[in-house]
């Protein structure tokens, strides 16, 4: 039997919700990437749920979770691991790293010297690592979950366009609104605890072979040449753009396509829609365009920037 992607999605939601407020929109696109086959950044101050969204959509899956605080001493051994010698036996072998896991929450990565962040960028891009001229494969699923604070700079080391590139969403995580910080400490006050999410009974939705199906499932959906060509015209613009030094790549329009494609899955639909391609904008191209100065001055966002540029596209029907 066929899965169903729309029904998973929707038992996941209904998962989440348990401990999941005011994030939804945000969790909903982490969801997009995982059956996408993407990495996320997330940008937001702490205190902001970014943790406990990364460990609630490993226990829905199933998978393996795990965290790396990235700071300036952070050696790339201390991600993918080394060789060590056994006296004993007389012979290498593979101390894996915290790398080898299927969701990886890397909190704070532009901490990291560009050595270190490099040393993902293989495992983003190939889902494999590379020890001593040795490569070993990582498990699967595997998704990188990114975190970085956007106000405090001193002691950081921003991340390449290269390594930028290499992440499907780039997703901003905000205050929740007052009444839904009230039911933050309404469940805190009768004893949830984001610490100890055993005893919020979370059931698994799927496992990490079912995450392949879904994927797979996706493959199916009908693309029509005008969504092609929708696509293509965004990036075009992008890179036309008198606002911006730098539009999208080439990878921008694939990534784009895949998350659309999963976004019309989770609908239930078996084809793209504009709106789903108009949806995705944003978490796709905002870390992979480039502002001109005097844009800045002006006040854009490249969100803001990338709504000028679907604004003046003509919408297939």
């Not at 998962?15 to 999941?20: G, N």
């Not at 937001?44 to 829905?60: E, I």
């Not at 999410?197 to 996706?218: C, G, K, N, Y």
Request: proline share 7%; hydrophobic share 45%; glycine share 6%.
């Amino acid at each position: 039997m066929p899965i169903n992607v729309q029904d998973i999605y929707a038992r996941i939601k209904s998962e989440s919700a348990k401990v999941i407020v005011g994030q939804e929109a945000v969790f909903e696109q982490i969801v997009i990437a995982l059956f996408t086959g993407g990495h996320v950044l997330l940008e937001g101050v702490p205190g902001t749920a970014k943790t406990l969204m990364a460990k609630t959509l490993a226990r829905l899956v199933a998978a393996p979770f795990t965290r790396i605080q990235f700071t300036p001493d952070l050696m790339p051994s201390d991600i993918v691991g080394t060789s060590v010698f056994d006296v004993g036996t007389g012979k290498f072998y593979l101390k894996r790293g915290p790398i080898f896991t299927s969701i990886l929450l890397g909190d704070e990565i532009n901490r990291a010297p560009a050595k270190t962040q490099s040393a993902l960028l293989e495992a983003m891009e190939e889902r494999q690592v590379s020890i001593e001229g040795e490569s070993h494969p990582l498990p699967e699923p595997f998704m990188v979950l990114a975190t970085q604070n956007p106000v405090e700079y001193e002691g950081t080391y921003p991340l390449p366009e290269a390594q930028l590139d290499r992440f499907l969403f780039k997703v901003l995580v905000s205050y929740a609104p007052p009444e839904v910080e009230q039911e933050v400490l309404r469940r805190y006050h009768r004893g949830f605890d984001a610490r100890h999410l055993d005893a919020a009974h979370l059931v698994a939705v799927l496992t990490p072979a079912q995450v392949s199906e879904v994927r797979a499932a996706i493959r199916s959906v009908t693309v029509e040449n005008g969504i092609l060509a929708y696509i293509t015209a965004i990036a075009d613009a992008s890179r036309a753009s008198r606002d911006l030094i730098l539009g999208g790549s080439p990878r921008a329009s694939i990534s784009l396509l895949l998350a659309a494609k999963t976004f019309a899955a989770m609908q239930g639909r078996a084809y793209i829609t504009p709106d789903d391609v108009k949806a995705l904008v944003a978490p796709v191209y905002r870390h992979r365009i480039i502002l001109k100065p005097e844009a800045e001055i002006e006040g854009l966002t490249p969100d803001a920037v990338m709504g000028r540029i679907l604004s003046r596209l003509e919408v297939p029907r």
